[in-house]
């Protein structure tokens, strides 16, 4: 395989000039002038609320992409990603009951209990495909849509009767106009666990081959398992709790990437981030000028590209195979 | 040197491996033969800790494979099973790198650099080292995963049915390799195979198993004979000796 270092510099650089421009689209007048003439309010702005968005965005967009792609090492499975097996519906249940049960809560602990249901969400659906005798392709998505509708409607049951539909909803569906600074810091934690990954980026590549070929390399499978369902709850939480969900990305960006350098994690994991925070950064910044001066949510944005990509997948793969 | 002794393992009711107890000696190449649901497969599985025995102990190189550190034993004994298909898009190269792992923990070296080259050169498939696996025949994705476990570069190799899907001049080429590595390297290779005549040409112990028992054990000489493989396989067997080697005919 030839170096993809020179392509994945481009692509960074491209990310850059993404960034530089989603820092200055926007309802209120930020530009390079204004900031230059010393304009206190355009600074405000920049500091307060631009950055902090864009900021958010990168994060959020790079780390689900990469918890996509460890859940498809995880369940050897192309079709799977946090909102399509439960992790998402099981965080929000997690701040569903902190929200109840103790209102007054930090945002820390709304994370750390977002996390906790998130891993016993995502670890049910583990459990469930060991027993799925053949491993079908298709059977394997399918468990997870129904464990998340199964997890999502004992949610929405409970806001409900709780009177927080309002809340669910936007825990549910990602927004990133309520970004400010002092309220997206959590998402630094998903960025971490994104170089984390990076760093166990082997053992996940093994994984994926395996229960039999990760023992016969000497790894402990089960550890390995537990250390990706950590990765990839922590992350789904702390994006669920700060922006909301943002669907279809862990999906999307690991297939494309596969396509283009393959699944070994130590050389695709650079282009799943920086493909992942582009996309969101791209979707933000259409959503945002589309309809000026109001603002088309991401998650809407996202799932109108982010269907027709999937079926131009699954095309491909049929044609593919026909 | 590999000890198995007492192994048992049962599914429900049915035993599937029945008190097998035999000795593999260091170095040397060794062949298990024996029709399909015999129990080759389970018993490798059992040796390379893919599957824990109901009871009995297997030891390989003196070391217990139940409580033998995984990662110590990595480096020791490399297994590849019988059937392997991967849902992951990898490279030959990546693949094959990835035999390193035991050693390198993923830091490659110079010297890891070196022993991939060596394995994917040796299982001819320089051509294809950068083509994904699943864009490779059935049989250039066998070698492939023979050279991750030859790359491994290990004491004992446990290779069940490597020959399947190849062509004649590749199980042949195989074949050469198990024994070179035998008698150049010393090391122990174990082959499950289902080709009587490969076995006879390029063993010195073959196993014979049957019904999860061990019915036989020997030199080619000792158990390529008419009545013991027609009563193995259920089938009219035939030898003939042709130069210096046994050829079954059925
Ligand atoms: N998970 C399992 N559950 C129940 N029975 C099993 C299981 N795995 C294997 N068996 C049974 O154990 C027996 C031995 O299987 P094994 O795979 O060891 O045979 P084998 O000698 O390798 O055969 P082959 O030549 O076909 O590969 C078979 O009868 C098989 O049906
Ligand atoms: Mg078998």
Same mark, same amino acid.
């Given at each position: 395989?030839?170096?993809?270092?020179?392509?994945?510099?481009?692509?960074?650089?491209?990310?850059?000039?993404?960034?530089?421009?989603?820092?200055?689209?926007?309802?209120?007048?930020?530009?390079?002038?204004? &900031?230059?003439?010393?304009?206190?309010?355009?600074?405000?702005?920049?500091?307060?609320?631009?950055?902090?968005?864009?900021?958010? &965005?990168?994060?959020?967009?790079?780390?689900?992409?990469?918890?996509?792609?460890?859940?498809?090492?995880?369940?050897?499975?192309?079709?799977?990603?946090?909102?399509?097996?439960?992790?998402?519906?099981?965080?929000?249940?997690?701040?569903?009951?902190?929200?109840?049960?103790?209102?007054?809560?930090?945002?820390?602990?709304?994370?750390?209990?977002?996390?906790?249901?998130?891993?016993?969400?995502?670890? +049910?659906?583990?459990?469930?495909?060991?027993?799925?005798?053949?491993?079908?392709?298709?059977?394997?998505?399918?468990?997870?849509?129904?464990?998340?509708?199964?997890?999502?409607?004992?949610?929405?049951?409970?806001?409900?009767?709780?009177?927080?539909?309002?809340?669910?909803?936007?825990?549910?569906?990602?927004?990133?106009? %309520? %970004?400010?600074?002092?309220?997206?810091?959590?998402?630094?934690?998903?960025?971490?666990?994104?170089?984390?990954?990076?760093?166990?980026?082997?053992?996940?590549?093994?994984?994926?081959?395996?229960?039999?070929?990760?023992?016969?390399?000497?790894?402990?499978?089960?550890?390995?398992?537990? &250390?990706?369902?950590?990765?990839?709850?922590?992350?789904?939480?702390?994006?669920? %709790?700060?922006?909301?969900?943002?669907?279809?990305?862990?999906?999307?960006?690991?297939?494309?990437?596969?396509?283009?350098?393959?699944?070994?994690?130590?050389?695709?994991?650079?282009? %799943?981030?920086?493909?992942?925070?582009?996309?969101?950064?791209?979707?933000?910044?259409?959503?945002?000028?589309?309809?000026?001066?109001?603002?088309?949510? +991401?998650?809407?944005?996202?799932?109108?590209?982010?269907?027709?990509?999937?079926?131009?997948?699954?095309?491909?793969?049929?044609?593919?195979?026909? | 040197?590999?000890?198995?002794?007492?192994?048992?393992?049962?599914?429900?009711?049915?035993?599937?491996?029945?008190?097998?107890?035999?000795?593999?000696?260091?170095?040397?190449?060794?062949?298990?033969?024996?029709?399909?649901?015999?129990?080759?497969?389970?018993?490798?599985?059992? $040796?390379?800790?893919?599957?824990?025995? *109901?009871?009995? @102990?297997?030891?390989?190189?003196?070391?217990?494979?139940?409580?033998?550190?995984?990662?110590?034993?990595?480096?020791?004994?490399?297994?590849?099973?019988?059937?392997?298909?991967?849902? $992951?898009?990898?490279?030959?190269?990546? #693949?094959?790198?990835?035999?390193?792992?035991?050693?390198?923990?993923?830091?490659?070296?110079?010297?890891?650099?070196?022993?991939?080259?060596?394995?994917?050169?040796? #299982?001819?498939?320089?051509?294809?080292?950068?083509?994904?696996?699943?864009?490779?025949?059935?049989?250039?994705?066998?070698?492939?995963?023979?050279?991750?476990?030859?790359?491994?570069? @290990?004491?004992?190799?446990?290779?069940?049915?490597? #020959?399947?899907?190849? *062509?004649?001049?590749?199980?042949?080429?195989?074949?050469?390799?198990?024994?070179?590595?035998?008698?150049?390297?010393?090391? @122990?290779?174990?082959?499950?195979?289902?080709?009587?005549?490969?076995?006879?040409?390029?063993?010195?112990?073959?196993?014979?198993?049957?019904?999860?028992?061990?019915?036989?054990?020997?030199?080619?000489?000792?158990?390529?004979?008419?009545?013991?493989?027609?009563?193995?396989?259920?089938?009219?067997?035939?030898?003939?000796?042709?130069?210096?080697?046994?050829?079954?005919?059925?």
């Amino acid at each position: 395989m030839k170096s993809t270092l020179p392509a994945l510099l481009l692509a960074g650089f491209i990310l850059l000039v993404l960034a530089v421009a989603s820092l200055f689209v926007g309802v209120s007048d930020v530009s390079l002038s204004s &900031l230059m003439s010393g304009d206190a309010k355009s600074l405000q702005v920049l500091l307060v609320s631009r950055a902090p968005r864009t900021a958010a &965005l990168i994060l959020a967009g790079s780390s689900m992409a990469i918890a996509g792609m460890i859940m498809q090492m995880l369940a050897r499975n192309r079709f799977v990603e946090p909102s399509t097996i439960g992790t998402v519906e099981s965080a929000s249940l997690g701040i569903l009951a902190i929200t109840v049960l103790a209102p007054g809560a930090p945002v820390i602990a709304k994370m750390i209990t977002a996390s906790v249901f998130a891993m016993a969400g995502t670890a +049910i659906f583990l459990r469930i495909l060991k027993f799925v005798p053949l491993r079908s392709v298709l059977l394997v998505p399918l468990v997870g849509i129904m464990l998340s509708g199964i997890i999502g409607a004992i949610t929405t049951f409970f806001a409900y009767r709780l009177d927080l539909l309002q809340s669910l909803g936007a825990w549910m569906t990602g927004d990133f106009s %309520v %970004v400010l600074k002092g309220r997206y810091e959590l998402l630094w934690i998903a960025g971490a666990l994104g170089i984390a990954a990076y760093i166990a980026a082997d053992r996940f590549t093994v994984a994926g081959l395996g229960q039999h070929f990760t023992t016969n390399l000497g790894l402990n499978y089960r550890r390995v398992m537990l &250390l990706g369902l950590t990765i990839v709850s922590l992350v789904t939480a702390s994006v669920v %709790v700060t922006v909301g969900s943002v669907p279809f990305l862990g999906l999307i960006i690991p297939n494309v990437v596969a396509m283009m350098v393959g699944d070994n994690m130590r050389r695709s994991l650079p282009w %799943v981030a920086i493909l992942g925070a582009g996309f969101v950064l791209v979707c933000d910044i259409f959503g945002r000028l589309i309809i000026r001066p109001y603002e088309m949510p +991401i998650g809407a944005v996202m799932g109108v590209i982010g269907a027709f990509f999937f079926l131009y997948l699954l095309l491909r793969r049929t044609s593919r195979a026909a | 040197m590999i000890a198995v002794e007492k192994i048992t393992k049962t599914y429900g009711s049915s035993v599937v491996v029945d008190g097998v107890s035999i000795t593999l000696p260091k170095g040397g190449v060794t062949s298990i033969i024996g029709p399909n649901g015999a129990g080759k497969s389970t018993l490798l599985s059992m $040796v390379g800790r893919f599957l824990s025995a *109901d009871s009995g @102990t297997i030891t390989v190189g003196g070391l217990d494979v139940t409580k033998t550190p995984s990662d110590e034993l990595a480096k020791r004994l490399a297994v590849l099973r019988q059937d392997n298909h991967l849902a $992951v898009r990898l490279t030959v190269r990546d #693949l094959v790198s990835f035999g390193r792992y035991p050693h390198s923990k993923g830091r490659y070296t110079v010297e890891d650099e070196r022993h991939v080259n060596e394995a994917i050169a040796m #299982l001819g498939l320089s051509g294809l080292a950068d083509r994904f696996l699943d864009e490779l025949s059935g049989g250039q994705r066998q070698r492939a995963f023979v050279a991750m476990v030859i790359c491994q570069d @290990t004491e004992y190799v446990l290779l069940d049915e490597p #020959l399947n899907n190849l *062509d004649i001049k590749h199980a042949v080429e195989i074949m050469r390799l198990v024994q070179q590595a035998a008698r150049r390297l010393n090391k @122990t290779m174990v082959v499950v195979l289902h080709d009587i005549n490969m076995a006879s040409t390029f063993s010195d112990v073959i196993v014979a198993m049957k019904n999860g028992q061990i019915v036989a054990s020997g030199s080619p000489a000792e158990i390529i004979q008419p009545d013991l493989l027609s009563q193995i396989y259920e089938t009219e067997i035939k030898v003939v000796p042709v130069g210096s080697r046994l050829v079954a005919i059925y």
